[in-house]
């Protein structure tokens, strides 16, 4: 008789939050005091010293157990299913997940609930990477253009990118696949730092880890900016003499502005020559980022780590909203729809730069890049990668970062897994950083 096949037999959820509301690191415009948070699980198998599938949601704090929450609602969808069918078809589940007739009402495909369904997606990429014995980046790369597209769910995209061109571009992007596998081995991927910029840091720390990044060997830094303008013209002034005139500089306002604000704000600070603009206005304006857009060029509009789907990626590609797409591995309903994003913007000829702020996100992200170098675009030509330095040490692969570039991961999964101490110090509120109380907490690192 052959052995039963492996099945998912439990997805574990944790509520973890880090504190980094205490140094002020990760705040902006519209986030002053983020408490960096995972609403993170584990997909439980019983196949003997078989891998485990790790994934998570992102959040900044408060409201992190309604993620774990919505997470815990799509169980049923994935217990006692088949690791190997599973993993042969992710696509399969996504589709599931996003067609719940029930769960759908919370969205369709956006917020809490679509979070939850990315969030148990990538677990499943995790585990079937793992499972290939491969980094998911060269799972993707690697993997039959036929089979890709038909991971992807076309419904509501065909007007802009239908399973035939996606096809067309998958096919092209082998060509050279291999010497641009080859290249990020040895070279890695560009990155740029945040961390220098974010609104609580003082001048003198702005200033200090402005010129650290150059000497590190980054070429682009982000500054957040839209409090206040008159700070926003200080910091850039302190931000450009630092780097010099060489160094891309990228500002974020968070979505703080009206679509009129976002243009006079930019223009204002256009004579220290920033690269970017990001998320200017709501996530959602789309006729509003083309207006920004259309006037506050050469600068360029960046925008999508609130941009719930593929459907609003799609429409900002059309009205000619955006100059650079900054896809979220944790926004979106997994890898699954991040395929779709990556072929709509190589459609467009726009460059992807993924968001990274957060925690986990600089793990998650290096993947998609990498293979949207190796088998999608083919460049790195105006295209890099978010990085922040905090957070890192808490994960069982961290990215590495090196002379300004992200060292291509080669162990094998999404590099998602949280070590065991890290759930449980942060875990909310009954791990022993959080249930030490504030008393408590005052003599401890975070
Ligand atoms: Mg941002």
Known sequence: MSPTPARITAVDTYDIRFPTSRGLDGSDAMNPDPDYSAAYLVLRTDAEDGPEGHGFAFTIGRGNEVQVAAIHALRHHVVGRSVEELCADPGTLYRDLTGDSQLRWLGPEKGVSHMAIGAV?????????????????????????????????????????????????????????????????????????????????????????????????????????????????????????????????????????????????????????????????????????????????????????????????????????????????????????????????????????????????????????????AAVSGSTEDRVIEYVDHLHEHFTDPVVIRAGHYTAPTAPGFSAALRPEALARYTFPGGTYWSAGPDGRKGQSA
């Open 121 to 373: 997606v990538n677990a499943v990429w995790d585990l079937a990477a793992k499972r290939a014995g491969k980094p998911l980046w060269r799972l993707l790369a690697e993997a039959e253009p036929e089979w890709l597209v038909h991971q992807i769910d076309f419904r509501y995209l065909t007007d802009a990118l239908t399973p035939e061109e996606a096809l067309t571009l998958l096919r092209r992007g082998r060509d050279g696949a291999g010497r641009r596998t080859a290249r990020l081995l040895e070279a890695g991927y560009p990155a740029y730092t945040t961390s220098p910029g974010w609104l609580g840091y003082d001048d003198d720390k702005l200033a200090r880890l402005a010129r650290q990044a150059v000497a590190d060997g980054f070429r682009q830094i982000k500054l957040k900016v839209g409090a206040d303008l008159a700070d926003d013209v200080r910091r850039c002034r302190v931000a450009r003499a630092a780097v010099g005139p060489d160094i891309r500089l990228a500002l974020d306002a968070n979505q703080r502005w009206n679509v009129g604000e976002a243009i006079s704000w930019t223009k204002a600070l256009a004579g220290f020559d920033p690269y970017w603009i990001e998320e200017p206005t709501s996530p959602d304006d789309i006729l509003g980022h083309a207006a920004i857009h259309r006037a506050v060029a050469p600068v360029k509009v960046a925008t999508g780590e609130h941009a719930h789907n593929r459907v609003m990626f799609k429409q900002l590609l059309q009205a000619g909203a955006l100059d650079i797409v900054q896809l979220d591995a944790a926004r979106v309903g997994g890898v699954n729809e991040n395929l779709a994003i990556l072929l709509l913007a190589a459609k467009y000829g726009v460059p992807v730069c993924p968001h990274a702020g957060g925690v986990g996100l600089c793990e998650l992200v290096q993947h998609l890049a990498m293979f949207d170098y």
